[in-house]
């Protein structure tokens, strides 16, 4: 849910930093869609239909999607930082991002690293489970 946040802040902030933010929208999305599936797994009961260590593939999935997620909230923190920032366009210095920008961008550092502290709890909870 926090993920999906993330992804519509980011969306809205009309993304300034393409670089930057790109890598964030990549990491929202693709941890949105693939944490569906797997909780889509879980509830339809197709897990134990396929023989495979569950709890080794959660720990799995959410150490990858905690780092990924973890990187996802230094570069939108990078990118927060740059508010004052000045960059010439069209001949006068104007900050690299507006007031509104700046503020979409702050709430989008504030979900994600609340998205990042949920997998990371969700990463020691599996580790617990796949160690006896």
Do not use: K
Not at 11 to 35: D, E, H, K
Not at 37 to 42: C, D, K, N, Q, R
Not at 108 to 126: E, K, Q, R
């Amino acid at each position: 849910m926090f993920g999906g946040l993330v992804w519509i802040l980011v969306a809205s902030s009309n993304v300034p930093l393409p670089l930057l933010q790109g890598w964030v929208m990549f990491v929202s999305v693709t941890a949105f869609i693939f944490s569906l599936i797997f909780l889509g797994v879980f509830l339809s009961g197709m897990v134990t239909q396929i023989d495979a260590n569950w709890n080794f593939l959660d720990f799995a999935y959410h150490f990858t999607v905690f780092v990924f997620y973890f990187g996802a909230f230094l570069l939108e923190a990078a990118t927060t930082s740059l508010h004052d920032l000045h960059c010439n366009r069209t001949m006068d210095l104007q900050p690299l991002l507006s007031d509104n920008q700046y503020n979409i961008n702050v709430a989008a550092t504030i979900f994600a690293f609340v998205t990042t502290a949920c997998y990371g709890c969700s990463l020691g909870l599996a580790l617990r489970r796949w160690r006896p």
